[in-house]
């Protein structure tokens, strides 16, 4: 079955860098676009990044636009995030999100705390 597994998450201090990943398995991995999402406390999910199958195009939110990096390793089942230059408004549960035959399919997250 499909599986998404985020890892990576934690404390970081403001104006610092994290990178987190996705595993996927279930799928074929390579056929599909990925996107992040986050969930900050008491607010909605909103989406951070998009990247196509082969990883030549990507979409940001302007929040994030030029401070973070959406890439995938499709010979490792595995997409990422790098986040530079974080902001305490960046703290959230950050989950990684397939959609495969219109079903969305979801890891059950990583949380990225930004506070000094």
């Known amino acids: 079955q499909v599986q998404l597994e985020e890892s990576g998450g934690g404390l970081v201090q403001p104006g610092g860098s994290l990178k987190i990943s996705c595993a996927a398995s279930?799928?074929?991995?390579?056929?599909?676009?990925m996107t992040w999402y986050r969930q900050a406390l008491g607010k909605e999910r909103e989406i951070v990044a998009t990247?196509?199958?082969?990883?030549?195009?990507?979409n940001y939110a302007d929040s994030v636009k030029d401070r973070f990096i959406i890439s995938r390793d499709n010979a490792k089942n595995t997409a990422y995030l790098q986040m530079n230059s974080l902001k305490p408004e960046d703290t959230a549960v950050y989950y990684c999100?397939?959609?495969?035959?219109?079903?969305?399919?979801w890891g059950e997250g990583t949380l990225v705390t930004v506070s000094s």
């Open positions: 999100n397939a959609v495969i035959n219109d079903r969305y399919y």
């Open positions: 279930g799928f074929t991995f390579s056929r599909y676009a």
């Open positions: 990247i196509t199958s082969a990883g030549g195009t990507t």
